[in-house]
């Protein structure tokens, strides 16, 4: 068990050539998908995907729980309460109009790396960057698979 997270392509970007009439679109995570599993077969879901990341699995992310909520101190945390709350989590999106926001611990997150410097909160920190800097190009929210 772990965390794993993905923006997905939005349907305007997609570089298959294939009747835009037939690709269903999920209006909460941005997915597309194609309702015809004859068709679908053609296509693997990974053509769909514009980032997928592994954030950790269970024991890493109670990790990265504790290090972050000791570097954060005491704030209201969109990383404490949407990412890493749980090891397991999948359903939940962060939203566009929450990047901003996560982006901002991010940065605060890297300007502490130099005194808690550790391989997995600096991985977790590039994860992060490239799922915000891909729902921001694909207009997708981060969804948590």
Do not use: W
């Amino acid at each position: 068990m772990g965390l794993d997270a993905v923006v997905y392509t939005h349907k305007n970007n997609l570089k298959i050539d294939i009747n835009s009439n037939i690709l269903q679109v999920d209006e909460e995570t941005g997915e597309v998908f194609i309702e015809d599993d004859n068709l679908a077969s053609n296509y693997p879901s990974s053509r769909f995907i514009a980032v997928q990341c592994r954030l950790g699995n269970s024991s890493d992310i109670g990790y990265l729980n504790q290090e972050i909520a000791n570097l954060l101190l005491n704030e209201t945390s969109l990383l404490l309460e949407k990412v890493v709350y749980s090891g397991s989590h999948s359903g939940d999106t962060i939203d566009l109009v929450e990047l901003d926001q996560l982006e901002t611990e991010i940065n605060r997150l890297k300007q502490q790396l130099p005194g808690h410097k550790t391989v997995l909160l600096e991985q977790f920190i590039q994860s992060m960057t490239e799922l915000i800097q891909a729902a921001r190009r694909e207009g997708n929210p981060i969804v948590f698979v």
